[in-house]
């Protein structure tokens, strides 16, 4: 193996993926495989803690491979696998719930999220554990950085203190991880309201752009964006929905705000909105016809699957045997 650094991080296969994944996140992953050893899971385990339809996740987790890759992600250059071909994920995961403790899981915020107004009867374990398996998943292959968005912070300290706590009982195994902030990653907001963050999970199907949308629907989706009246491109109080537009711009084309303001002086919203409009969809055109190619070649997906999960395994049972011998297991006959 090489001295490159190693990073991981997982997907779950749920939702669409949107522009804001796509600006904010995936083009980052896209330039860090040129100079990181990146491992990136789509977390199949996870996506089980609340209830899946299985024909529906199946394919889910099919075409979320096909999506990344059409996104960039290049198979030769990073590893892209379904975690639960990886049974090491389950395994260290247990290993690690037996260190850690109820008082930890019950404070982590997105489970008191999820679980606000439930009665503790019907809370699934698995939704508790879920930042042990997370856990799992980094430490597995000695990562050294996890790109996360500001919602898995807390689950990404949950990881390195256990890492700690299971070095300092049994002896030196884990890297501790740290959390990766990417340069400048556009944070890009909903269409129907531009205070709010663009979410794949949002119900109104056009505050947000996925990017596998068509040229049509991206067109009319920004023609209907939430602005203003005040009819300038220009940033400032109030604006909110245009500055979101020129983000969107600006990421989509490489231009700055300043140069965007200059092509667009004097010209109204709805020239802007129609060149927005265009950016975007000629931006993702090639990863949507991408897209649908891969799709229509599953024997190409699962070789990218398979030897994805051949290279992650190796790693991965390399840092569970050293695990089990730590923890006092007798080796394999
Ligand atoms: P999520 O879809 O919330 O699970 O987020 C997956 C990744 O995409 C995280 O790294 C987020 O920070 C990023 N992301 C999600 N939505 C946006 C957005 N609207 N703008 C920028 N980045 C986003
Ligand atoms: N929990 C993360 C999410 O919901 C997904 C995830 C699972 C992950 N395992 C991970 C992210 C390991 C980073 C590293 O988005």
Excluded at 34 to 46: A, M, R
Excluded at 74 to 86: A, G, I, M, R, Y
Excluded at 119 to 138: K, T
Excluded at 278 to 288: F, H, I, M, S, Y
Aim: proline share 3%.
């Amino acid at each position: 193996m090489d001295d490159k650094k190693i990073i991981f991080s997982g997907v779950q296969p749920s939702g669409v993926l949107t522009i804001g994944n796509y600006l904010g996140a995936v083009k980052n992953w896209v330039e860090l495989q040129e100079e990181y050893n990146c491992l990136f899971s789509i977390v199949d385990l996870h996506a089980i803690t609340v209830q899946q339809e299985p024909a529906k996740l199946r394919q889910r987790c099919m075409e979320f491979l096909a999506l990344y890759l059409a996104c960039g992600l290049d198979p030769e250059k990073c590893l892209l696998f379904f975690q639960s071909h990886v049974p090491q994920h389950a395994e260290l995961s247990w290993a690690l719930t037996c260190t850690t403790y109820m008082g930890e899981l019950s404070r982590m915020t997105q489970f008191k999220d999820k679980t606000r107004n439930k009665q503790d009867a019907n809370i699934g374990a698995g939704l508790f554990n879920y930042p042990v398996l997370m856990a799992a998943d980094i430490l597995l292959y000695q990562t050294d950085l996890v790109p996360v968005g500001v919602d898995q912070k807390q689950h990404l300290e949950l990881a390195r203190n256990l890492a700690e706590r299971f070095n300092r009982i049994y002896g030196d195994v884990f890297k501790v991880p740290e959390p990766y902030i990417p340069k400048m990653g556009a944070k890009i907001m909903s269409l129907a309201d531009p205070t709010k963050k663009m979410s794949k999970s949002d119900e109104n199907v056009n505050s947000y752009i996925s990017v596998i949308d068509d040229a049509d629907t991206i067109i009319r989706k920004i023609k209907r964006a939430v602005t203003d009246s005040d009819n300038r491109i220009i940033r400032g109080e109030g604006k909110e929905g245009i500055e979101n537009l020129m983000t969107i711009y600006g990421s989509m084309t490489g231009r700055s705000y300043e140069e965007i303001e200059q092509e667009f002086e004097g010209k109204g919203y709805g020239e802007f909105k129609a060149a927005v409009g265009e950016a975007v969809a000629e931006g993702l055109k090639d990863v949507r016809e991408k897209y649908n190619y891969l799709l229509q070649n599953k024997d190409y997906l699962k070789e990218v699957a398979k030897n994805g999960s051949d290279n992650a395994y190796k790693m991965a049972a390399r840092t569970l045997r050293k695990v089990h011998r730590k923890l006092g297991f007798v080796d394999r006959f």
